[in-house]
Nanobody
């Protein structure tokens, strides 16, 4: 499956952005989807993930209550709504897909998009 992330940009602290990730080349509803991020000089970390049907979601502690992951299987797209953005949310955000069970473990995700930059000004 191929993944194309979009929606990043520059936003002031306290603002909102919605990231999208469009999938192609596979049966989208067969995949667990996740969002990860990588800040400058740091490793890539888990942000959120969603089950195949969208009924179960996981979030990192740092974004829970501010970010919402969702998916539209008819549109082969997963979203990340990011509200109340903070300067520490600034990073390149990646979407990823995996078969099997819903996890937060980055190493289990097989397919990756190219990343989209989110910049938060204070």
């Amino acid at each position: 499956v191929q993944l194309q992330a979009s929606g990043g940009g520059l936003v002031q602290a306290g603002g909102s952005l919605r990231l999208s990730c469009a999938a192609s080349g596979g049966t989208f509803s067969n995949y667990v989807m996740g969002w990860f991020r990588q800040a400058p000089g740091k490793g890539r970390i888990f942000v959120a993930s969603i089950s195949r049907t969208g009924g179960i979601t996981y979030y990192s502690d740092s974004v829970r209550g501010r970010f919402t992951i969702s998916r539209d299987n008819a549109k082969n797209t997963v979203y990340l709504q990011m509200d109340t953005l903070k300067p520490e949310d600034m990073a390149v955000y990646y979407c990823a897909a995996k078969s099997g069970s819903l996890t937060t473990v980055i190493a289990t995700y097989n397919y990756w998009g190219q990343g989209t930059q989110v910049t938060v000004s204070s």
